[in-house]
């Protein structure tokens, strides 16, 4: 079992949808991040959590630190949103960050 | 927030050659990666980019074939040597601790194809 999950794997939506893109670990963390990557390959840092909840305009992240999950919302999405966003943990033992197999959400207009 | 530019940003390789790529950050960090994105994959952390010492190597990974440098705290060189088609990837460096924070900045990516 990998020791961070993401669900869906793949997402499709129509444009003005919210989203939801679901993290689960099952390791104690000192952090979670979330990563978007666009097709011409650049990782953008969208957050990091280590506890509650984040937002940045459209995006908004939350964990839940007793029930080792987090999520990833996106309000009114538009085509632009495309992308594979990307779930990673520092977790507690170390200075490496585990990374989830990632979502490819595709916003269709 | 950082400013990571790597270069080249693209190569085609012959099978054999070795190819360096450059990682400079625009201010110091305490931790630099590499890692491996295959098509399709996610990514593999190579190895941990240490100043004045050699690289600490995940497993799979060797110093042979990936020599790391990294003389001070805002650059580091990732080499690929005598490549073979099997390491065409995307090569990315990644910094944390800037300022002693904790968000993990990413560069643009070295695509590699080897021939």
């Known amino acids: 079992k990998n020791e961070v999950e993401q669900s869906p794997q793949n997402l499709t939506a129509q444009e003005g949808e919210f989203i939801t893109i679901n993290c689960s670990y099952s390791v104690g963390i000192s952090a979670l991040h979330w990563l978007q990557q666009h097709p011409g390959g650049g990782i953008v840092s969208l957050f990091m959590?280590?506890?509650g909840k984040k937002k940045h305009g459209r995006l908004i992240a939350t964990i839940n630190i007793q029930e080792k999950h987090s999520s990833l919302h996106i309000t009114a999405s538009h085509p632009r949103d495309s992308a594979v966003y990307i779930c990673a943990v520092t977790p507690g033992y170390g200075n490496k960050l585990v990374f989830g197999a990632g979502t490819i959400l595709r916003v269709k207009s | 927030s950082a400013v990571i530019s790597q270069k080249p940003s693209r190569d085609i390789c012959q099978r054999g050659t070795s190819l360096t790529i450059q990682c400079q950050v625009d201010s110091q960090v305490t931790m630099m990666f590499w890692y491996r994105q295959q098509p399709g994959q996610s990514l593999t952390l190579i190895a941990t980019a240490n100043q004045g010492s050699e690289a600490t190597y995940e497993s799979g990974f060797v110093i042979d074939k990936f020599p790391i440098s990294r003389p001070n705290l805002t650059f580091s060189t990732l080499t690929v040597s005598n490549m073979s088609p099997e390491d065409s990837s995307i090569y990315l460096c990644?910094?944390?601790?800037?300022?002693?924070?904790?968000?993990?900045?990413f560069g643009p990516g070295t695509r590699l194809l080897v021939l």
């Open positions: 990644s910094v944390r601790g800037l300022a002693g924070g904790e968000t993990q900045y």
């Open positions: 959590l280590s506890s």
